[in-house]
């Protein structure tokens, strides 16, 4: 049994920044990429960055140059730095992670969300 918990999200002004975290606990061996998506109301859950275990990244284009996703392999944590943002960032944010458990099973897990709301 594995389990992430977020923690990190709130209410900012526009331009400002947030820090989310991501921990993922339980029967864990080994975790791959991990990941942070977001939905906003009405939309699909959208991915916003990943990173891999030797830390290579991908973003999207609307975060680029924004926000950083990084990751604490001896914590089994991931980060996302939000600068510089936008009433369209405003969602629930997800954290995701490719995860191999204690007993070799292969487990995608999700996080439980953070709202993340830019607003004036």
């Known amino acids: 049994q594995v389990q992430l918990v977020e923690s990190g999200g709130g209410l900012v002004q526009p331009g400002g920044s947030l820090r989310l975290s991501c921990t993922a606990s339980g029967s864990i061996f080994r975790i791959a990429d991990m990941g942070w998506y977001r939905q906003a109301p009405g939309k699909q859950r959208a991915l916003v960055a990943i990173i891999t275990r030797t830390d290579s990244t991908n973003y999207a284009d609307s975060v680029k140059g924004r926000f950083t996703i990084s990751r604490d392999n001896a914590k089994n944590t991931v980060y996302l730095q939000m600068n510089s943002l936008k009433p369209e960032d405003t969602a629930v944010y997800y954290c995701?992670?490719?995860?191999?458990?204690?007993?070799?099973?292969?487990?995608?897990?999700w996080g439980q969300g953070t709202q993340v709301t830019v607003s004036a």
């Open positions: 995701n992670a490719d995860i191999v458990s204690s007993n070799w099973r292969q487990i995608n897990s």
